[in-house]
Structure formats: structure tokens, C-alpha cells
């Protein structure tokens, strides 16, 4: 069994679709083969109330506590490796985290993102490609690296924008499917069919080959 610890900033509904989906599967065929063992935060104004809910352990980790980002990542990374986690999930987690915890995770540290990346990359995808005028947007799942939104995409899908969409009708839509590749995601890493090190071996790959020539 998968142990997970998922990080969130805000209000936690695409955690709450995860939650639910390894509950109603718990002990059928189809059981996910992963079980989220800490939510964690950077503000107590998340929806931390999942974790009662759930029945599920939480810890707050602020970073104006903490005299410098540095600091801050490795007390986050500390609270974090408590729960041994094979798999750790930024879902709606609205900071960036230090390079020392992307290296302490990696490449088991993925991240959610309501934009087809890498259209969109940031804090306001789903505003930014509103004001782009954009057609359609989409979601994406990715294993996070040092850069925003960088990192070697697991899978995503594309969402059309309709006439009139606002903000959080849109973002609404994305985060349906973004809920379907994060449940599918951790089922597939559970399950053994997606796998991390050779996504990120490839995605090296991909980079060193389209580099110029020296
Ligand atoms: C999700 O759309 C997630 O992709 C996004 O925040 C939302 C969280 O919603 N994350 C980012 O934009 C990270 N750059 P939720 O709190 O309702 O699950």
C-alpha cells in the first residue's frame, strides 16, 4: 500500500475527491493501493477540517515562522518525511517549495495544475488564459522539479472555453478533470504502471537532446 501525504493551500476539493475515491474503492478490485496518510499545509486557513473528516493527520507548516524560505523548506520537508510517504502531492499547495525539498521527494513529488502546461504556467492559469483569449485550457499532472510548473507531465487533458466562462466556472470545469488525473494517477503509480524514474530519465533526455550544440 502507497502511502501519500498531500499538501494544500486552500480549499482541498480535488484532496476531498481523492479521499473519497480510496475510500468507496477500499477493499475491491479496484482499490487504489494507496492510502493518504498526512495532509499538510502552509496556512491554517486551508481546509484542514479534511482531516477529521477523514480521520486523517495535519500539520500547518507557515512560512512567515520561519526567518528565510531555506528554513522554512527544510522544517516543511522534515514534517513531511515524519510519515514516510512514498508519494508526496501538492494539490492546490499555492507556493513553491524549495529546491531542497524538491530534492529530498524527487521525482516522487508531483503537483496539479489547471492549465494544459506548458500553456499557462503559475499562480492564475485559469485567469491567464482567459485574458489570452484563449479556446481551451486544460489540466495537467506533473512531477514537480526546480522550475514553475517545468516538470515532466504525467498526463493531462484539454478543457474547451465556452463564450462567457468566468474564472470560477472554468476553473470549476478544469478541476473535474483534474480530480479524474489525480485519483487515475495515483492508481497508476500504485499499481505500477506509471513510473516516475523513467518519466523523469526521459524528460532529461528530451531537454539534453534539444540543446544547442556547444
Ligand atoms: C486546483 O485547480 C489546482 O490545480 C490549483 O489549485 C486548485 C486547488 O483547488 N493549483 C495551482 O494553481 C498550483 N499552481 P482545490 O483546493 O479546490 O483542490
Redesign the pocket.
Known amino acids: 500500500m502507497r502511502k501519500l501525504v498531500v499538501l494544500?493551500s486552500?480549499?482541498?476539493?480535488?484532496?476531498r475527491a481523492l479521499l473519497r475515491a480510496i475510500d468507496d474503492a477500499a477493499g475491491t478490485p479496484d482499490d487504489l493501493g494507496a492510502r493518504v496518510v498526512a495532509i499538510g499545509a502552509d496556512t491554517e486557513a486551508a481546509n484542514l477540517a479534511l482531516g477529521d473528516e477523514f480521520g486523517i493527520p495535519t500539520f500547518v507548516v507557515p512560512p512567515a515562522e520561519y526567518p528565510d524560505r531555506t528554513t522554512w523548506g527544510d522544517a516543511l520537508l522534515a514534517r513531511i518525511r515524519e510519515y514516510g510517504p512514498d508519494l508526496t502531492v501538492l494539490?492546490?499547495f499555492?507556493r513553491l517549495v524549495p529546491p531542497s525539498v524538491v530534492r529530498g521527494l524527487a521525482p516522487a513529488l508531483l503537483?496539479?495544475?489547471?492549465s494544459y502546461l506548458p500553456e499557462f504556467p503559475?499562480?492564475n492559469?485559469v485567469r491567464d488564459a482567459l485574458t489570452a483569449g484563449a479556446t481551451r485550457t486544460g489540466a495537467t499532472i506533473m512531477i514537480v522539479d526546480d522550475g514553475v510548473?517545468t516538470g515532466p507531465v504525467i498526463d493531462q487533458v484539454r478543457i474547451a472555453i465556452e463564450p462567457g466562462d468566468t474564472v470560477s466556472a472554468l476553473?470549476e470545469r478544469?478541476?473535474t478533470a483534474?480530480r479524474r488525473l489525480l485519483i487515475e494517477t495515483v492508481r497508476g503509480i500504485a499499481h505500477g504502471r506509471v513510473d516516475l524514474v523513467s518519466l523523469t530519465a526521459a524528460a532529461h533526455s528530451d531537454a539534453m537532446a534539444s540543446r544547442p550544440e556547444d
Open positions: 494544500i486552500g480549499t482541498g476539493s480535488n484532496l494539490s492546490g499555492m503537483n496539479t495544475h489547471p503559475g499562480a492559469a510548473d476553473h478544469i478541476k483534474e
